[in-house]
């Protein structure tokens, strides 16, 4: 099991009304629609998506996928991520076990860089096009660390960047 990434950019809300399975179909002809993104507002993370409506349905103008991540590799690469961002090692407790983490102190604080991704499911949710605009300013800030730790790390520090530009045009990033 894993997680899919998907980056969106361009949303156009569809008119449509939906079919007693749940599908969305036009409103007159009654005929299924083709869409791009159904999303899921994640209750447990409030702001991330303001700018996005979640009972709706949307076409797109362009997309980008981050796939095959396995979540210990996730939780790996945003613990990396949190170090990079400067918060501190927290104790963190999992199953009986308490190791110290940078991403815990992301999750203890209110704010900071990448703290909207480090401090969001690693499992589904929708960080919306606002939101996306300051991930994106914040990997644009931090190019220069992540491109000294190399390797694995920065290429797939370049990949969501990339998904966070391209979200921060009318658009969000998916986590499926």
């Not at 569809?14 to 007159?28: K, L, R």
């Not at 993370?45 to 997309?63: L, P, Q, T, W």
């Not at 790996?76 to 104790?91: N, S, V």
Request: hydrophobic residues 40%; glycine residues 10%; aromatic residues 14%.
């Amino acid at each position: 099991m894993g997680i899919d990434i998907t980056a969106y950019e361009g949303l156009t809300k569809i008119d449509c009304v939906f079919d007693a399975g749940g599908e969305p179909i036009d409103p007159v002809t009654r005929e299924a629609l083709e869409y791009d993104l159904r999303p899921y507002i994640n209750p447990d993370f409030a702001g991330r998506a303001d700018d996005i409506e979640e009972k709706a349905v949307y076409k797109c103008a362009d997309s980008l996928s981050l796939s095959g991540w396995g979540y210990g590799r996730y939780n790996a690469w945003r613990e990396q991520l949190a170090q990079l961002g400067g918060y501190p090692a927290t104790a963190h407790t999992i199953y009986g076990v308490t190791y110290q983490r940078h991403d815990a102190g992301a999750w203890a604080a209110a704010e900071g860089p990448f703290w909207e991704q480090i401090n969001f499911s690693d499992c589904e949710g929708t960080i919306g096009t606002a939101i996306s605009a300051k991930l994106a300013k914040d990997f644009a800030d931090h190019a220069a660390g992540a491109e000294a730790i190399g390797g694995h790390f920065y290429a797939v520090y370049q990949e969501f960047r990339d998904a966070f530009e391209m979200a921060a045009k009318n658009g969000c990033v998916r986590f499926h």
